[in-house]
């Protein structure tokens, strides 16, 4: 099983869905988790932390659940300008080596 | 600017040629990663460091690749004997210890390997 495991996609949604990506991460220990987002041909910029309690910025939302060792991200009324790709990242083993998953594609259509 | 700068900002070069790829962290930052990114494809843990040692090299693919880092800022990235498998984007990423998680990455170095 991959440490950090993403669906590639890609989601293609119109102006306006509501869209979700699941990530299942492996090491039941890790503590902290991120979606970063990475347009083509840029580097990958932090997008939002994932807390336990779960975490709400604008029309973003992630949440955690531990149990089944999964991290989402749902993203409501999409826009043009979310087509990227999302990755999840998540610790290894100490919390300083971040292991990234390949990413989810996300192409948002007129 | 004050963000993370690397350079050469493209490198291409023949197979069996030395490459050297540095990385200019943000001032203060502890932390500083490399990662590897293959067309298409994810990011792929390269190495980690904090201050100027390497706690975790397990990422380098083989004993041609190495890295050092001094002064507790500028890294340096050397892949010995480049294979055209080492053809990449190689990413560095610095980060304050205290906002764990929060990487800021550079635009990376492409290499491609004739």
């Known amino acids: 099983r991959k440490e950090v495991e993403q669906d590639p996609g890609p989601f293609n949604v119109p102006e306006g869905a509501t869209v979700a990506f699941n990530c299942t991460y492996s090491n039941s220990a890790s503590q902290s988790f991120f979606w970063y987002r990475q347009d083509c041909r840029k580097e990958p910029k932090l997008l939002m932390s994932?807390?336990?309690s779960g975490n709400e910025d604008g029309r973003f939302t992630a949440q955690l659940n531990r149990a089944s060792q999964y991290i989402s991200l749902l993203i409501r009324d999409s826009k043009l300008s979310d087509s990227a790709t999302y990755l999840c990242?998540?610790?290894?083993?100490?919390?300083?080596?971040?292991?990234f998953g390949s990413g989810t594609r996300l192409l948002v259509r007129p | 600017g004050a963000g993370v700068s690397q350079s050469p900002s493209n490198k291409v070069t023949e197979k069996g040629k030395d490459v050297e790829l540095r990385c200019d962290p943000i001032s203060g930052h502890t932390a500083l990663y490399w990662y590897r990114q293959r067309l298409g494809q994810g990011l792929e843990f390269l190495i980690y460091?904090?201050?100027?040692?390497?706690?975790?090299k397990s990422g380098l693919p083989s004993d041609r690749f190495s890295a050092e880092r001094t002064g507790e800022s500028v890294s340096t990235l050397t892949i010995q004997r480049t294979q055209q498998e080492d053809s990449a984007v190689y990413l560095c990423?610095?980060?304050?210890?205290?906002?764990?998680?929060?990487?800021?990455f550079g635009e990376g170095s492409r290499l491609t390997v004739l």
């Open positions: 994932v807390y336990s």
């Open positions: 990242v998540a610790p290894r083993d100490s919390s300083y080596k971040l292991i």
């Open positions: 990423a610095s980060s304050s210890l205290s906002l764990t998680g929060e990487l800021f």
């Open positions: 460091f904090q201050g100027n040692s390497a706690p975790d």
